[in-house]
Each structure stands twice: as structure tokens, then as C-alpha cells.
T-cell receptor, first 117, second 111 residues
Framework: SAVISQKPSRDICQRGTSLTIQCQVDSQVTMMFWYRQQPGQSLTLIATANQGSEATYESGFVIDKFPISRPNLTFSTLTVSNMSPEDSSIYLC??????????????FGPGTRLTVL | LAKTTQPISMDSYEGQEVNITCSHNNIATNDYITWYQQFPSQGPRFIIQGYKTKVTNEVASLFIPADRKSSTLSLPRVSLSDTAVYYCLVGDGNRDDKIIFGKGTRLHILP
């Protein structure tokens, strides 16, 4: 299994500002994923981040709003830009179990709880 | 388009066996079935994964019929600490296969 940490664990931000969330993994992984989970809702995939290439964004999410960096195989950041109260959510990063036959099993970080005032 | 369908919520009592069924009528040949558990303020945690028939680990059992169009997560003798949201996912783990979380089942264990 992979151990994933996220910083910050929570934050309260003002409208119009930006917040960068860090995700650190204890092992090298090819793919990292960023999800959003709005209050009481399921997880929605924001983007997939591969080291050395541009992130791939899902429908409804754009790079200008959620820029992602992936400087190495153990680290990624997600920035929530020009925030509004609608961005209040839990943001989670995850990585795949890289073992053959794992069927896409993912390990998740503890999440970053963001509140935008 | 959600790949899976689960009951929105379930209640049970401590000590009971709980079975949560998930429908995945369009499951592909290479897809695995994976269940996650999520407690409040935590990320989802892998519970069990299977391809066909029955899989059992120290936490749960997963029953998959021959047609693989559904699966049942079985939690033996639940306790209050099993109160959580349970998600059923299908996928083959390939890079082009997006992991789509459905709405999950909110399980509430009563004393």
C-alpha cells in the first residue's frame, strides 16, 4: 500500500484568493489523481496528473481554475484559483496500486477541507 | 453516466450481517469490482476487490454471480464503527479507464 499525506488538512479562505494543496506519497507512482467531494456528495474526478506531462482534466474542470503540478514521482500540487464559495469542498489526491492485476485499486489521502467565505 | 447503482442508504443493528448489493449491468470483460469505505473527514479506503465468484478477506466478503452484472458486499457482525459510506466501482485499471464514483451507500449501524 501507499501512504499519502496532504497539506493543509483544512483551510478557510476569502473569495477571490487561491490555495495550493500539496500531496506527498511515500513511494514513486506514475499516476496521481485529484478529486473533489462536495458536502454530502460522492467523489468527482478533477484531473489525472502524470509526471512529466500536462495533467488531463475531466469535463467541467479547466487548467486555469485548477492548475496542477507534478514535478516528480512522489509529489503533486493542486491549486484552486480565484475561489468562490462554490469551491468549498474536500479535495483528495489518490494514487494507483501499481501491482499487476490490481484492477485499478487506489489509495487516497486524508483530504483537504476547504471553506471559502 | 454512472457505471454502478447502489441503494442510497441502509440501516442495520450491531452484530448483524449486512449485505450491500451493487448493479453494474455494463461491466466489461476486463473490469474488476472494487469496494471502498469512507468515514467522515477521511479519504476512501479500499475494502475488497474481485473479478468473479467469491472473495473473502479479514474485513468482508464479496459475492459475484456468474454473469458479473451485480455484486454483493457482505460485512459480518457489524459494529457501530462500520457506519460509513460504501462505494462500489468497476474498472480495469488501465490509464484510459476513468474511475467513476457513484453515489455510494450510506450505512448506519444502530446499537
Amino acid at each position: 500500500s501507499a501512504v499519502i499525506s496532504q497539506k493543509p488538512s483544512r483551510d478557510i479562505c476569502q473569495r477571490g484568493t487561491s490555495l495550493t494543496i500539496q500531496c506527498q506519497v511515500d513511494s514513486q507512482v506514475t499516476m496521481m489523481f485529484w478529486y473533489r467531494q462536495q458536502p454530502g456528495q460522492s467523489l468527482t474526478l478533477i484531473a489525472t496528473a502524470n509526471q512529466g506531462s500536462e495533467a488531463t482534466y475531466e469535463s467541467g474542470f479547466v487548467i486555469d481554475k485548477f492548475p496542477i503540478s507534478r514535478p516528480n514521482l512522489t509529489f503533486s500540487t493542486l491549486t484552486v484559483s480565484n475561489m468562490s464559495p462554490e469551491d468549498s469542498s474536500i479535495y483528495l489526491c489518490s494514487v494507483e496500486n501499481g501491482l499487476a492485476g490490481s484492477g485499478g485499486e487506489q489509495f487516497f489521502g486524508p483530504g483537504t477541507r476547504l471553506t471559502v467565505l | 453516466l454512472a457505471k454502478t447503482t447502489q441503494p442510497i442508504s441502509m440501516d442495520s443493528y450491531e452484530g448483524q450481517e449486512v449485505n450491500i448489493t451493487c448493479s453494474h449491468n455494463n461491466i466489461a470483460t476486463n473490469d474488476y469490482i472494487t469496494w471502498y469505505q469512507q468515514f467522515p473527514s477521511q479519504g476512501p479506503r479500499f475494502i475488497i476487490q474481485g473479478y468473479k465468484t467469491k472473495v473473502t478477506n479479514e474485513v468482508a466478503s464479496l459475492f459475484i454471480p456468474a454473469d458479473r452484472k451485480s455484486s454483493t458486499l457482505s460485512l459480518p457482525r457489524v459494529s457501530l464503527s462500520d457506519t460509513a459510506v460504501y462505494y462500489c466501482l468497476v474498472g480495469d485499471g488501465n490509464r484510459d479507464d476513468k474511475i467513476i464514483f457513484g453515489k455510494g451507500t450510506r450505512l448506519h449501524i444502530l446499537p
